[in-house]
């Protein structure tokens, strides 16, 4: 069996699409669409330097365009902060009274929790909101006054 240039560059597409499901990569993918344009231009009947050429400059440029792009993006918060991932933060909880290190105990969807203060200043019993959740204590901070 003959295998011509588009063919090369279609196998060539899938190695990179199939590489990318397998370690979650998404760059391959960009690589991948310079390899469907190699193909495009085998089909168009370019010559190879011109099929290569046409190759990297979308896959190369895809991958640029795709790294500019995601490092403008916002950071995610960590896990422990995110109200995405954890659905207790920004809930009220009310602090009935401090221990001289930033702890105390609420209760909190009927049980009761370790809460650690992570405000400015002097904590204050009263209300607060739940800013982060780590290892089954609770990061609180004073409610902003309505």
Do not use: C
């Given at each position: 069996?003959?295998w011509?240039?588009?063919?090369?560059?279609?196998?060539?597409?899938?190695?990179?699409?199939?590489?990318e499901?397998?370690?979650?990569t998404?760059?391959?993918?960009?690589?991948?669409?310079?390899?469907?344009?190699?193909?495009?231009?085998?089909?168009?009947?370019?010559?190879?330097?011109?099929?290569?050429?046409?190759?990297?400059?979308?896959?190369?440029g895809?991958?640029v365009?795709?790294?500019?792009?995601?490092s403008?993006?916002?950071?995610?918060?960590?896990?422990?902060?995110?109200r995405?991932v954890?659905?207790?933060?920004?809930?009220?909880?009310?602090?009935?009274?401090?221990?001289?290190?930033?702890s105390?105990?609420?209760?909190?969807?009927?049980?009761?929790?370790?809460?650690?203060?992570?405000?400015?200043?002097q904590?204050l019993p009263?209300?607060?909101v739940?800013v982060?959740?780590?290892?089954?204590?609770?990061?609180?901070?004073?409610?902003?006054?309505?």
């Amino acid at each position: 069996m003959d295998w011509n240039a588009p063919t090369w560059w279609w196998l060539a597409a899938g190695v990179l699409v199939a590489a990318e499901l397998a370690t979650g990569t998404f760059y391959l993918l960009m690589l991948a669409l310079g390899a469907l344009a190699g193909a495009g231009a085998a089909h168009a009947g370019l010559g190879t330097a011109a099929q290569w050429l046409v190759a990297a400059a979308l896959g190369a440029g895809s991958t640029v365009a795709w790294h500019w792009k995601r490092s403008r993006q916002q950071k995610p918060l960590p896990a422990e902060r995110n109200r995405d991932v954890n659905m207790d933060i920004g809930q009220a909880v009310h602090v009935v009274a401090w221990q001289a290190d930033g702890s105390a105990h609420v209760q909190y969807r009927g049980s009761s929790w370790a809460v650690r203060y992570t405000g400015r200043g002097q904590p204050l019993p009263g209300e607060h909101v739940i800013v982060s959740v780590q290892s089954g204590h609770l990061g609180v901070a004073p409610a902003p006054a309505h």
